[in-house]
């Protein structure tokens, strides 16, 4: 292994606003929606029975105590490659399973085992007939429930040939845990897609072991479809399900989901929704100490924002979206920001155009880093730190310019973290 030295220079970064150019679930595309106006509506939800709340949710860990905030100017970076010659990869996850093994998402629709720093030639899943790959399409997300381990579910998010998000159950082979029995196909959740870009993507299980699933506003400029504050629609939100304790249904409703039995300023909200005003949540993830929720929105021309949301929230948010980009007003010079959750970061596209989330470090190979949330940008490759500051704030810091098309961040069973370059190969931050 060698360590990437951070270089970057104008030749370099136009190579990289070439291939944004092409594909990415991250970068703004303005596309014309398909002229089937059915294409624009959400596919209703299955009538479902509310689960019943659990009796005690799981109590996150306390953060390690640090004697002093972290300085994240005082830290260093390298990136250390780990696999390469990969199609497109734009995710990273664990199993939680013990395995150790890192599964590598693919963008044309496979998912690759990493398994003891050898990249294993079968795929553990491929969907590539079945999904749908330009603009900001693709395999999209992948997800392991707390319980995997014993029952061997595990979901994706992927857009279909038909342009609609696919939120899918499949079951790992009982022959073969390097494989994923593709017969096993289970729908969950399909969302038509009025467009190709803003699909959102990300899976992820908080600590109360729902499954989290954010979605964009239907793709074109400026909310096109008017679905960030519209509560009737799944686009433009993060939902909140139970796919684990009902295996014979899509999903139940949490029980405490927050719009179940109130309404939103006299309006009815899909029982799903746990949160509104969202654009493009491009890569969101629990603190694993904290439970804390990070997240990434992606701007529209001029700002790009990171969320954070402290854990036991009971949710019915309103992020913003499109009142607000970033920490200012969208298309007004005033707007009324009572009741609007505000981002605790923002940047500006002077030389970037797409945040990528990250995750908040907890692992014990690099112990100066506890505490410490790394994210990034697409188009320019930039990596930043975010640490508290001591007194309720945050301060921000670049860490290295690498060169990469960066399209998603990770982490391993240590809590080791890892980004992917979209160009096809997956890196460890050292």
């Known amino acids: 292994m ?6 970057f220079n104008t030749v370099l970064l136009t190579l990289v606003l070439a291939v944004t150019a092409s594909c990415t679930a991250a ?22 029975t509310p689960t019943p709340a659990p009796a005690q ?3 996150p860990t306390s953060a390690p105590a640090l004697p002093t905030p972290v300085d994240p100017a005082s830290l260093t970076l390298n990136l250390t490659p780990v696999a390469e010659g990969l199609s497109q990869p734009l995710f990273v996850t664990h199993a939680g399973d013990g395995s150790d093994r890192l599964f590598i998402v693919e963008k044309t629709g496979a998912i690759r085992i990493l398994q003891e720093g050898a990249l294993l030639p079968a795929p553990f899943l491929d969907l590539s007939s079945e999904v749908s790959s330009g603009f900001e399409q693709g395999l999209l997300g992948l997800a392991f429930p707390l319980n995997f381990a014993a029952t061997g579910h595990f979901f994706v998010n992927y857009t279909d040939r038909q342009g609609a998000t696919q939120i899918v159950r499949f079951q790992v082979s009982a022959a073969d845990p390097n494989r994923a029995d593709p017969a096993s196909e289970f729908s969950v959740l399909t ?4 467009a190709g870009n803003h699909n959102g993507g990300m899976l992820a299980f908080g600590p109360d072991g729902m499954l989290y699933v954010g979605t964009g506003d239907g793709g074109g400029r400026n909310d096109t479809f008017g679905n960030g504050q519209n509560p009737a629609t799944l686009l433009g939100k993060m939902l909140r399900l139970d796919v684990t304790s009902a295996p014979d249904q899509p999903y139940r409703i949490p029980a405490d989901n927050p719009w179940i ?11 799903e929704i746990w949160a509104i005003g969202l654009r493009n949540p491009w890569r969101y993830s629990f603190d694993r100490a904290t439970g804390d929720l ?10 790009e924002e990171i969320n954070v949301t402290a854990a036991g929230n009971p949710g019915g948010l309103n992020y913003g979206w499109p009142i607000m980009e970033g920490k200012n007003c969208f298309q007004a010079n005033d707007c009324a920001t009572d009741g ?13 155009c797409s945040v990528t989330g990250g995750y908040v470090y907890r692992g014990a190979a690099q112990p100066d880093r506890q505490g410490v949330y790394f994210y990034g940008d697409f188009c320019s490759g930039v990596i930043w730190a975010l640490a508290p500051d001591g007194s309720g704030g945050y301060v921000n810091a670049e860490l290295a310019r690498p060169g990469i098309t960066l399209s998603s961040f990770g982490e391993d069973e240590a809590g080791e973290l890892y980004v992917t370059d ?9």
Not at 2 to 7: C, G, L
Not at 422 to 430: E, Q
């Open 2 to 7: 060698f360590q990437r030295h951070v270089i």
């Open 27 to 48: 970068v703004e595309q303005i596309n014309q929606p398909d002229s089937d106006p059915t294409r624009a509506a959400v596919l209703p939800a299955p009538t479902l």
């Open 57 to 59: 949710l799981p109590t």
């Open 191 to 194: 969302l038509a897609q009025p």
């Open 261 to 271: 039995e109130v309404d939103w300023n006299g309006q009815d909200v899909r029982d």
């Open 294 to 303: 990070w997240m990434a929105d992606v701007g529209q021309n001029q700002w």
């Open 340 to 352: 609007l959750v505000l981002p605790v970061q923002a940047y500006a596209h002077e030389g970037h």
């Open 422 to 430: 979209l160009s096809g190969a997956l890196y460890r931050l050292d």
